[in-house]
């Protein structure tokens, strides 16, 4: 079990974040987008959209996999009302719940869709004995998650100023895929690298905590960051400044689908 994140913080910082949510997703949505097209069946009776957010992806997947039900699940109750209120989609299940304590019943579901949801489990082969668990025998399940190259700008630049850790660490491929094989049979598991290109530093700092996604790890420092070091960290991220001007962030994204049984 790590302590890396702390659940009701995670809960919070995306509650807080679901209105500012969707202006600022542009990675997410690529993101899911590609996952999406890894979806190659057409039909499924009951599929599980697990972290669901505002719900972005819900009536995509309403309108490929045509569900009996479609079960929008995530930690963050304010998301969850959030997509509520301004996701219109028929035969939907709003369900606020954990996903390594998923509140399903067992072989309940034929498809779990998750983007960018799972990098914030504390306990893989909880996750991944759950999915097993509520799936069907044969039910798939895609996801996509972040790796531990995940903003390694940020990460080295803050590194030259303090010890704090001021940067969320995402598991290995390794890790990731043993947690994975434990419960689930494997059809494909990749990585890729996105990489987004501000002005200023205040562009990226301000999309991570627009989508919620700033610093909630348990290592964190508490209170206020003085402005020198402010400063420091400023003049350390200036490193990264490519030939023409722009700032890079880059997220390393490992993409998933296995099968039950």
Known sequence: MSTQFLKPQIAESFSRAAVSYDSVAQLQRRIGHNLLSDLTQSSAEVVLDLGCGTGYFSPLLT???????????????????????????????????????????????????????????EDLPALFSEVSRVLKPGGRFLFSTLGPDTLYELREAWSAVDRYQHVNRFVSFSSLQAGADQYLRKVALKTAQEVLLYDQLRGLTTELKGIGAHNISAGRQNGLTGKARINAFKLAYEAFRRPDGKLPATYQVFYGEYING
Request: hydrophobic share 40%.
């Open 63 to 121: 309108e490929q996999l045509k569900p009996q039900q479609l079960i929008c699940c995530d930690l963050a109750l304010g998301m969850l009302e959030y997509a509520r209120q301004t996701r219109v989609t028929p035969n939907t299940l709003w369900l606020c719940g954990d996903a390594e304590r998923l509140p399903l019943a067992d072989n309940s579901v034929d498809l779990i869709f998750s983007s960018l949801a799972i990098q914030w489990c």
